[in-house]
């Protein structure tokens, strides 16, 4: 069956960098496009970025645009979030996620001194 598992949340300050792994398996990985979505607590989840099956194609919400990067590794069958630059507003439980509405458990990041 499909399985999406994230990794690498923590507490970082802010300014600082985290580096987030989204595992997948059961599926043909490299050819599937990947998101990243995150919710915040008390608010609805938002998108964050994607990224193509082959990499090629990646797009960021303005909130992260220029601090956060998506990359993927198919021979892994594993998606990255490099966050630079983190502020307390991102601050939320980040999923990833598969079309077809396939979602992961979520890692929590939070920034705060």
């Known amino acids: 069956q499909v399985q999406l598992v994230e990794s690498g949340g923590g507490l970082v300050q802010p300014g600082g960098s985290l580096t987030l792994s989204c595992a997948a398996s059961?599926?043909?990985?490299?050819?599937?496009?990947i998101y990243w979505y995150r919710q915040a607590p008390g608010k609805e989840r938002e998108w964050v970025a994607l990224?193509?099956?082959?990499?090629?194609?990646?797009n960021y919400a303005d909130s992260v645009k220029g601090r956060f990067t998506i990359s993927r590794d198919n021979a892994k069958s594993t998606v990255y979030l490099q966050m630079n630059s983190l502020k307390p507003e991102d601050t939320a439980v980040y999923y990833c996620?598969?079309?077809?509405?396939?979602w992961g458990q979520g890692t929590q990041v939070t920034v705060s001194s």
């Open positions: 996620s598969r079309p077809g509405n396939y």
């Open positions: 059961g599926f043909p990985f490299s050819s599937y496009a």
């Open positions: 990224i193509s099956f082959d990499g090629r194609t990646t």
